[in-house]
Nanobody, 125 residues
Framework: QVQFVESGGGLVQPGGSLRLSCTASGITADYYAIGWFRQAPGTEREGVLCFRSSDNTTYYAESVKGRFTLSRDNAKNTLYLQMNSLKPEDTAVYYC??????????????????WGQGTQVTVSS
């Protein structure tokens, strides 16, 4: 069974940085696209990025390109989301989830499952 645990959220001022962690268990090679998503109150869940292991490709949402970066520690089975130049509109609960690899690029939350509990990110002065 695939499970994710997210951590690293908190309160940060606009322009600041945070690094989120997503630790996975139960992942198999046939089900290995991992996405970061976020959801602000009253809004639909939004794709942030997706990593596809078959070709080591990461897809980023336009809203975070150039500011957010994915890194991995395979020994710890952990993905890191480095978030720089944070804006108030980045405020949301951030989640990890998994999907079949061929669905990675479209960043559609409905394609993903095994959601973690999320970690809150608040960008405010």
């Amino acid at each position: 069974q695939v499970q994710f645990v997210e951590s690293g959220g908190g309160l940060v001022q606009p322009g600041g940085s945070l690094r989120l962690s997503c630790t996975a268990s139960g992942i198999t090679a046939d089900y290995y696209a991992i996405g970061w998503f976020r959801q602000a109150p009253g809004t639909e869940r939004e794709g942030v990025l997706c990593f596809r292991s078959s070709d080591n490709t990461t897809y980023y949402a336009e809203s975070v390109k150039g500011r957010f970066t994915l890194s991995r520690d395979n020994a710890k089975n952990t993905l890191y989301l480095q978030m720089n130049s944070l804006k108030p509109e980045d405020t949301a609960v951030y989640y990890c989830a998994a999907a079949p690899q061929h669905l990675c690029e479209r960043l559609g939350w409905v394609d993903f499952g095994s959601w973690g509990q999320g970690t809150q990110v608040t960008v405010s002065s």
